[in-house]
């Protein structure tokens, strides 16, 4: 088939290189000419595990090309799919619909014969009811087209994989032409295909992530009730997961979720609740969950240290918002790093691959960016790991002590084995769990408070 992919962030680009991978004639447009030429000289705009490689041999194959313009990308192409981006809108917590609502009237005025509209970006509840009506009203008279809702479901870090291995394809249409040619793109996977309607499609896309953070939020409440009650959250987690209608995925207790899906997404279902005259409260409180995580986990930082950092040098593993990625966006990682730099602390960072993004953001004040894992714990006062890359877990202890002056682990991702760390003399704060840092009288004030009231 021949396709045209608009838009060369994470979804459209992933999905340009690997729907050419599959053997379909791609054509990916964006109006960054700067961007098309790094992509077509083999320069990546983000880090994603694979995804230069099959760029490159797309394009070496002849099956993958870019250009700037939409008029020659939609030439022929049987689909053309919208991947630009809808970031949140501050004020409402809405998503921006514009670039996607712009794209969609570009596309009208360039219809050359039947195409299907898919729109891939995460977008809300009946926009694409209003993508049809624009790329009709910009259209020729009589141009035949239908649209599609194709949501995406991947992971940053996985995404490449994710495409290719995925539980189920989402497509909704209103016409058997558009789901048949839709669904011929993905026929060859081992998955379940959903037909439904456009409002549905778009629905499950929110629901499915707003769920996810549900999990994570829930995990995290626990960690808290866990850490007071003496029991071990990553055991519940296992122990809970083993369920398969609970599912074992997304129960890691941590500093909070980030990134530019979750937080966006959430907030996006939320207004449309609202939007919809309806309250979505247990949605209110995984925002509110969300946002406590990395205070709980400053408080351990601050009850150790006491509010003034003024004069210690912490040493800060991890600033992506996730593993296997370089994207900083709403990483909780770097909200930490700032809050400590706020209360005087010098920093000394490290993240295998979001540096560069991190000091965009970041800058040099107070921060001290090294070259790797050891390297930055060199005469620090305490080691705060922020982001769950594997080698994290990994560390070796005897070395750590040698390097660090202080001796204390703030452990926001629950990398490391409790029992190690503390044999090996550290004193150790992780997530959910009582560990030597001074937690085991830590909360009984609180029960205290309720023994009294009963
Ligand atoms: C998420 C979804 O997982 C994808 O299915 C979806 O396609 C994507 O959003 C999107 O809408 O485009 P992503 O944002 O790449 O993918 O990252 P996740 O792996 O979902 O992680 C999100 C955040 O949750 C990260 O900050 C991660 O550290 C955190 N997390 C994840 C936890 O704190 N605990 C967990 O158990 C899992």
Redesign the pocket.
Known sequence: MKLCVVGTG??GLVGAAVFADWGNEVVGVDIDEEKIKKIQSGEMPIYEPGLAEIVLDNIDQGRLTFTTSLAKGMKDADLVFICVGTPQDDKTGAANLSAVLGVAAEIGGNLDGYKVVVTKS?VPVGTNERVKQIVRENAPKGAHFDVASNP??????S?VE?MNVTDRVVIGAESEKAFEKVKSLYDHLNAVIVETDLRSAEMI?YA??SF??T??SF??EMAQICERAGADVSEVAYGMGLDKRVGK??????????????PK?VAALYKTSTDKAYDFKLLRSVMEVNENQRHYFMDKVTDYFGMNLDGKTIACLGLA???N?DDIRE??SIKIVQALRGLGAKIKAYDPKAMENAQGVLGDFGIEYGEGIYEVMKDADGLCLL??WSQFGELDLERVKQEMKGKVIFDG?NLLDKEAVEKAGFTYFAIGKRTNGGEYGRFEGGSAILKDAS
């Open positions: 994470y979804v995460t995406e479901f991947l992971r940053e870090g995404s994710d896309k499915s992530n996810l953070a999990k994570i995990i995290n995925y997304f129960l890691r207790a941590g500093i909070g979720y980030g990134g530019s899906c979750f997404d918002f996730k593993s990625t990483s909780v982001t769950e991702r």
